[in-house]
């Protein structure tokens, strides 16, 4: 079961992050590192302070989406009463989509963009 509901919570992360970043890397800057932000600001490819804003206003709901439907699955579905494993789960549920996210969405998602763009180059 709990396998079944990590999978849940991952494609539920993904849905999330393609909703924000539609098919744009401009409408997600506020997710990379500073040094990044700083960088694209000084190309004048962002406003810098509009993208704090924005990552500002799209962040909080977006953890409190992710926190309430973890709470949700850990309580409800679950049914949970104990501090030890409602901890353990949580901390289950959160490496695992730690993971996920640093393998398939930052890892994979780049290893399919370099090469649609290698194919399209080669196409010319």
Same mark, same amino acid.
């Given at each position: 079961?709990?396998?079944?509901?990590?999978?849940?919570?991952?494609?539920?992360? +993904? !849905?999330? =992050?393609?909703?924000?970043?539609?098919?744009?890397?401009? #409408?997600? $800057?506020?997710?990379?590192?500073?040094? %990044?932000?700083?960088?694209?600001?000084?190309?004048?490819?962002?406003?810098?302070?509009?993208?704090?804003?924005?990552?500002?206003?799209?962040?909080?709901?977006?953890?409190? +989406? !992710?926190? =309430?439907?973890?709470?949700?699955?850990?309580?409800?579905? #679950?049914? $949970?009463?104990?501090?030890?494993?409602? %901890?353990?789960?949580?901390?289950?549920?959160?490496?695992?989509?730690?993971?996920?996210?640093?393998?398939?969405?930052?890892?994979?998602?780049?290893?399919?963009?370099?090469?649609?763009?290698?194919?399209?180059?080669?196409?010319?």
């Amino acid at each position: 079961m709990l396998l079944l509901q990590n999978i849940l919570y991952c494609l539920l992360f +993904i !849905l999330m =992050v393609k909703c924000l970043v539609r098919n744009d890397g401009m #409408n997600c $800057v506020y997710f990379y590192p500073k040094e %990044y932000i700083e960088e694209a600001d000084k190309r004048g490819l962002i406003d810098k302070d509009a993208v704090m804003k924005k990552g500002k206003q799209v962040m909080i709901p977006f953890c409190i +989406i !992710l926190f =309430v439907v973890l709470i949700a699955i850990i309580f409800v579905w #679950n049914k $949970v009463t104990d501090f030890k494993t409602a %901890y353990l789960q949580s901390y289950l549920f959160l490496v695992v989509m730690n993971w996920f996210d640093g393998i398939m969405l930052d890892r994979v998602s780049w290893l399919v963009k370099e090469t649609d763009s290698t194919m399209t180059s080669s196409r010319r």
